[in-house]
């Protein structure tokens, strides 16, 4: 499984010198979308990791797709947004609370 990241230069550039492989450097909206959707697609992308304004900026039914998504996991960072839990995100991938 890889880490996949979809998002403005600003966003992806850290990920691309930490070694990431799977970078999706969008400008606007239309290639987010078009960028969500071909991970959701990859069987081998394990975690997609967003900028929050971007996931909040995506239509609905892809917002509901990537927050029911098990694999990838979806991981929310920075914004304004409401963001995702990433404990929620990893009992929902895995099965159980790793916390408890």
Known sequence: MELAVIGKSDFVTG????GVRK??????ITAIES???EVLQDKSAGILVMHNDDIS???EILRNDLN???????VALGGS???SNLRDKIKQAVGVDLWK
């Open 81 to 83: 947004g409401s963001g």
């Open 35 to 37: 960028a969500v959707k």
């Open 57 to 59: 900026n995506l239509p």
């Open 23 to 28: 970078i999706y450097e969008v400008a606007d």
């Open 68 to 74: 029911e998504s098990v694999q990838p996991t979806v």
């Open 15 to 18: 990920f691309r010198l930490a």
